[in-house]
């Protein structure tokens, strides 16, 4: 069975940084392509970035281009999302996904970013 | 870019059929080919459960299907069951930009 779990989420102040972090199981971590969507209270989902099976190439949402940063170590099975200059509009939900296709397949349980003073 | 725009809520009585409609507006809506559909219970992550305007993924029910009309697509679930009750999401991907945009969802309520 497929498993993501997520984890770094946490309260940071506006302009402050954090890392996210997916650990994923029970695939072939290196053959799909993975991604972030989040979820602020009450609000539809926003997909934020997607990322290649080899780490070569990466996609933003506008929303959030030129401050967060996805990554992976397929070594790891481990999928990163770097946010810097957080502002309070991305307080949400953060789901990783696994991709499948044009979808989003896979989903893990998400983790809580808060920004806020 | 496009929107998506859902009904904020459909119900229905057990054993009915509701259609819950996703319009997509904007200058990405002429490539509205790549819909999907999402359910979301309470607490929990959303589930996939239309791709591609109208494949189910293995192990969804056949009650749910997709279909789609110029810029406009729809979920139709059939037969409705209490578990059913749940908020539900269109998606369209765009090849051009590789990005994708979701709808502000749909509350069902099972009456």
């Known amino acids: 069975e497929v498993q993501l779990v997520e984890s770094g989420g946490g309260l940071v102040q506006p302009g402050g940084s954090l890392r996210l972090s997916c650990a994923a199981s029970?695939?072939?971590?290196?053959?799909?392509?993975m991604g972030w969507v989040r979820q602020a209270p009450g609000k539809g989902p926003e997909w934020v970035s997607s990322?290649?099976?080899?780490?070569?190439?990466?996609y933003y949402a506008d929303s959030v281009k030129g401050r967060f940063t996805i990554s992976r170590d397929n070594s790891k099975s481990t999928l990163y999302l770097q946010m810097n200059s957080l502002r309070a509009e991305d307080t949400a939900l953060y789901y990783c996904v696994k991709r499948m296709g044009r979808v989003f397949d896979i989903w893990g349980q998400g983790t809580k970013v808060t920004v806020s003073s | 870019q496009s929107a998506l725009t859902q009904p904020a809520s459909v119900s229905g009585s057990p054993g009915q059929s509701i259609t819950i409609s996703c319009t997509a507006t904007g200058s990405d809506a002429g490539g509205f080919k790549y819909v999907s559909w999402y359910q979301q219970h309470p607490g929990k992550a959303p589930k996939l459960m239309i791709y591609?305007?109208?494949y189910r993924p293995s192990g969804v029910s056949n009650r749910f299907s997709g279909s789609k009309s110029g810029n406009t697509a729809s979920l139709t679930i059939s037969g409705l069951q209490a578990e059913d009750e749940a908020d539900y999401y269109c998606?369209?991907?765009?090849?051009?930009?590789?990005?994708?945009?979701f709808g502000g969802g749909t509350k069902v309520t099972v009456l």
């Open positions: 029970g695939l072939t971590f290196s053959s799909y392509a």
């Open positions: 998606s369209s991907y765009t090849t051009g930009s590789s990005n994708w945009v």
């Open positions: 990322i290649t099976g080899s780490g070569d190439t990466t």
């Open positions: 591609d305007v109208s």
